[in-house]
């Protein structure tokens, strides 16, 4: 059974930077697609960023392009997502997120298509992101 857990997350002023770790345990990484997702107090969880499972394809939502980035080593069984030019709005509870594209034909992550909650089959327990000054 596949485990998740994140790390890294913390207090962090504005336009400052931040590194999210999603470690595996359980089970090899490598036939797993991965996503982030946040979820702020008070509002539903929103889908941030998803990588394949060779890393060949990602996908963030607008608001954090060209600011976060997603990235994989499957030798390591672990994921990042750094967060560069953080906001007061980047704050929120982060989880990744995994799924077997075998087991799930509709999945996709591509630069067309961010996938859903519902698209994910394991889930880490989040770690809070706050920026503030």
């Known amino acids: 059974q596949l485990q998740l857990v994140e790390s890294g997350g913390g207090l962090v002023q504005p336009g400052g930077s931040l590194r999210v770790s999603c470690a595996a345990s359980?089970?090899?990484?490598?036939?797993?697609?991965i996503g982030w997702f946040r979820q702020a107090p008070g509002k539903e969880r929103e889908g941030v960023s998803c990588?394949?499972?060779?890393?060949?394809?990602?996908n963030y939502v607008d608001s954090v392009k060209r600011r976060f980035t997603i990235s994989r080593d499957n030798a390591k069984n672990t994921v990042w997502l750094q967060m560069n030019s953080l906001k007061p709005e980047d704050t929120a509870v982060y989880y990744c997120?995994?799924?077997?594209?075998?087991?799930?034909?509709?999945?996709?992550?591509?630069?067309?298509?961010?996938?859903?909650?519902?698209?994910?089959?394991?889930w880490g327990q989040g770690t809070q992101v706050t920026v503030s000054s």
């Open positions: 359980g089970d090899t990484l490598d036939f797993y697609a």
């Open positions: 997120a995994a799924v077997d594209p075998d087991s799930r034909p509709y999945y996709r992550c591509s630069n067309a298509v961010l996938p859903g909650a519902g698209r994910y089959d394991y």
């Open positions: 990588i394949t499972s060779s890393g060949g394809s990602t």
